[in-house]
């Protein structure tokens, strides 16, 4: 897809609806869009390429872009393959153009493609680059937002902060909308991606939110999503919530899973409970069927989280584990968590949950744990009650 953003700035990037995982493990129902720009004044910069998937759509827009003249700079904010895979293949094709990259990310760069020798500008925060009139690039650093090596840079007269994938989302253009305010739900992908990709390193996303609150932002041009330029205060708040673990939605995310129904039983009564309680948001997942990355979503959104899990072989039942160890992973934190387990002859699961969250910093485990004898009975109900009424509070 080509469209112009502003005056000389092109969007070269491409929609990949034919991706079924992106990185492996995340599901695409809309499809991914990797985004590529070009800035076109007296001397022309390609502003990252694109994954190799879809290498020959993001060449031709190149092409097209270009008119046959030749790039001066390939400017590369991060060396993750789904941006850089096409550094070697552009610069084999014009070998005058100068690589853009900060000193990390050229030290990866022979990782990825050995015997690679091009015409490299090493960058490093606040350095500049002038384009041509009013066409000013300023670098700046944003370490671990994911990787080690990653740069945004600002395009300062027209005040675009080209983000990396900071601000970005799973979904093709073509599906969600080309700007942000044509996207009807932008968060909701948005945090599914922010979470499992940057869930870890809201401090290193609050340090890049404090750089660009010093700039006069106007644009935010991210590599994946729409690109947004109305309302950037709603992006940004969002932003600053989820890197701070903040509550997004005041509520109670309810997570189990179940071999035989019991479990599942005791979590929809939880459900109901909180509820009745008039609980302001009540959601749950089965974490055997629902999307596991849209539970972590989840489990950071609300402030609450109740989690119901069956013992298994002395054991905590292995996709109750994954979601655990997931949010582990993640950095899971600042939050109350409340715990259901089930057992026919020694329960185990509620212990080992336990100890999971112990592990985790400013996690909250309410006292007791409710234990389910195999189904839940008459009896249980008070002990689910009380729990309700607790995280409730
Ligand atoms: C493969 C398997 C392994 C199990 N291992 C244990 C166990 O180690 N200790 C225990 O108390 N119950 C164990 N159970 C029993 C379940 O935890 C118990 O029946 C529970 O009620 C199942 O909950 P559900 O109905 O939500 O699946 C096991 C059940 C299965 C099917
Ligand atoms: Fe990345
Ligand atoms: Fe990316």
């Known amino acids: 897809m080509i469209r112009q953003i502003a005056g000389g ?12 995982l992106f990185e492996g493990q995340y599901v695409l129902p809309e499809g991914m869009a990797y985004n590529s720009y070009v800035i076109d004044s007296e001397k022309i910069a390609i502003m990252d390429t ?23 700079y390939l400017v590369a904010h991060h060396m993750e393959p789904d941006h850089a895979a096409l550094i070697a293949k552009t610069l084999e094709e014009y070998p005058s153009c100068t690589l853009v990259t900060g000193a990390v990310a050229l030290k990866m760069l022979g990782q990825f493609f050995p015997g690679i020798d091009p015409k490299v500008l090493v960058v490093k925060e606040g ?24 740069m945004v840079s600002f395009l300062e007269e027209d005040g675009i902060l080209f ?10 253009l073509g599906k969600c909308g080309f700007w942000g305010d044509e996207d009807d739900d932008w968060a909701c992908e948005a945090r599914r991606y922010y979470f499992n990709i940057c869930g870890k390193y809201g401090v290193q996303v609050q340090k890049l939110l404090e750089k660009a609150g010093g700039l006069d932002v106007k644009v935010i041009a991210p590599l994946h999503g729409p690109i947004l330029r109305e309302n950037l205060k709603y992006y940004l708040d969002l932003y600053n919530t989820w890197s701070s673990y903040g509550v997004e939605t005041p509520g109670v995310f309810v997570a189990y899973a179940s071999m035989h129904g019991g479990t599942r ?18 959601s749950s997942a089965d974490l055997s069927r629902d999307d596991m990355a849209e539970a972590v979503e989840d489990a950071f959104r609300y402030g609450k989280l109740i989690v119901a899990a069956p013992t298994y072989d002395g054991g905590l039942f292995t996709p109750v584990h994954n979601f655990i160890h997931l949010l582990q992973a993640k950095g899971w934190t600042r939050r109350r968590v409340g715990l259901i387990e089930n057992g026919s002859w020694a329960p185990q699961s509620g212990r080992i949950m336990k100890d999971m969250f112990a592990q985790m910093k400013d996690v909250d485990v309410i006292d007791p744990i409710v234990t389910i004898r195999s189904v839940m009975k008459e009896a249980d109900i008070p002990a689910l009650e009380a729990l309700a009424s607790t995280i409730n509070q």
């Open 9 to 20: 700035i092109s969007y070269i990037g491409v929609d990949d609806l034919a991706l079924d």
């Open 50 to 72: 694109a994954d190799a998937d879809v290498a020959d759509t993001w060449q031709a827009n190149l092409k097209e872009v270009l008119h046959g003249r030749t790039p001066d």
């Open 127 to 150: 350095d500049t680059l002038e384009l041509g009139p009013g066409k000013t690039l300023r670098f700046f650093a944003a370490p671990l937002v994911h990787w080690p090596e990653v």
């Open 163 to 172: 983000s990396a994938d900071a601000f970005g989302k799973f979904g093709a």
């Open 265 to 282: 039983a005791a979590a929809l009564k939880m459900v109901e409970l909180l509820k009745a309680l008039g609980c302001p948001k009540v």
